[in-house]
């Protein structure tokens, strides 16, 4: 019996050597994950330049054009984060008045704020809005030009048919009479004979000067003081607030408060430029275009409540003429001249309703 039980111990001591001795298997190491490509940085863009837009005005710079020139650059350089930028130039320092214009649709210069009556040569249609005693007030020219879709259609009009997109119309002023002389006072147009009376160098506003009964001759704005010191020229006719900020008041000893023109300045772009900006820079522009179209409203507005008073202080003398007189002139003379013949006489009449 004990030897059986040797034995059976022997075998389990055998069988525990074994087994302790063998090796299980390695586990297989989990293959590496492939390594994700690298994702690429992306491409930087090229940086994109500005667009620069020179700025021409005849206006002095002392002139409120000027100065809503300068909130007009501040408000589109603020709103595009400095994807517009504008270089103003007054005083016909880059393009003179009569040029300006011409120096648009050719894109020699991107924006002017050019008057109305140096696009009648291209349309003389236009002449019907640059015609003395057509808007009777300034009120009534910012309904029609900038409020209305008679303004926005005759904008658009004018883009398609010479290449210039005006942006609005900014009121300059009323135009009055001034002259060297005190006597005769100028109360009708026939006191206005024989009186050399300079006229921005357009064929409407030369047209407007034989209206006003004087013997008109261009010469351009930047001349006008030096013309009336010397006596080159006898009168002239400018807003009161441009014949402050030109001195002109200086070389001055009546004014006529005619207010034979609500005085307007358009804002104009280059047709191309503008299309180019695409529609969110376009509206951009636009509503720095208005935020200056108000500043010019609202302080000539305030000059002109104040200037007369200033105009007297300054031994100037200051008259009411008989506008009656000078309105039955102009229409008369303007409804049987060539201009009219190019006139949409409903459009002159549905105007005239919106007063």
Known sequence: MKR??????????????????????????????????????????????????????????????????????????????GRILVEIYHSSSLVAQDAE??????????????????????????????????????EHADTVMNRSEIGKALCDRVADEIGVQPLQVWYDGCRVLSTRFTEPTIMTPDDMAGVILRMPNSDSYMFMGEVLGGNPTPLAFAELYTALNTGAVDAQDNPLPNIESSKCYEVTGQISLTNHLVGNVWPMINKQVWDDMGAELQGLMMEAIDEAGKYMMETNK????????????????VVEPDRAAFIARAEEMYLNSSFAETWDMDLYAEIKALA
């Open 4 to 81: 059986i039980l040797a034995i059976l111990l022997a075998l389990l001591m055998c069988f525990s050597l074994v087994a302790c001795g063998a090796k299980a298997p390695a586990e297989e190491a989990p293959a590496p994950e492939a390594e994700a490509p690298a994702e690429e940085a992306p491409a930087e863009e090229a940086p994109v330049d500005p667009i620069v837009l020179r700025f021409s005005s005849a206006a002095t710079g002392a002139s409120t054009t000027a100065e809503a020139m300068e909130v007009f650059k501040k408000a589109i350089e603020e709103k595009s984060n």
């Open 101 to 138: 214009v011409e120096s648009v649709i050719n894109g020699n210069i991107e924006m002017a704020t050019a008057d109305i009556s140096f696009v009648t040569p291209y349309l003389p249609y236009l002449s019907m809005f640059s015609a003395a005693y057509f808007f009777e007030s300034a």
């Open 302 to 317: 305030a000059k002109e409540a104040r200037l007369v008073e200033f105009f007297e202080s300054e031994g100037i003398k």
